[in-house]
């Protein structure tokens, strides 16, 4: 075998390796990813993991979404002291004025 001919080979081995081993660590987080959020799903987030996660979800609106529903079901169960919702309000800039 010519040694161009076997640089080329190694080179191009190389560059699958690589590219092998990328492709498992993206599908290593994405699955860590998953588990993460069935884990959260499964526990609930806190009143402040909430709101901390909205302010840097800035953007994402599909996240901020999630989030928001989230705070609603919190509110919902916790009928008496600080509502979750009203603070994510007051992120975005929405005031209702008393009448």
Known sequence: ?????????????GDLATVSAEIHNLRAALLTSDVEVTWEEAEGLSPGEIV?????????????????????????AQPFGPRVVDELDGIDGVHDLAA
């Open 1 to 13: 075998m010519s040694p161009f001919v076997s640089t080329v080979t190694d080179l191009f081995s």
């Open 52 to 76: 901390t996660r909205y302010v840097a979800a800035r953007g994402d609106h599909g996240t901020r979404h999630w989030l928001r529903g989230l705070a609603v079901e919190h509110d919902a």
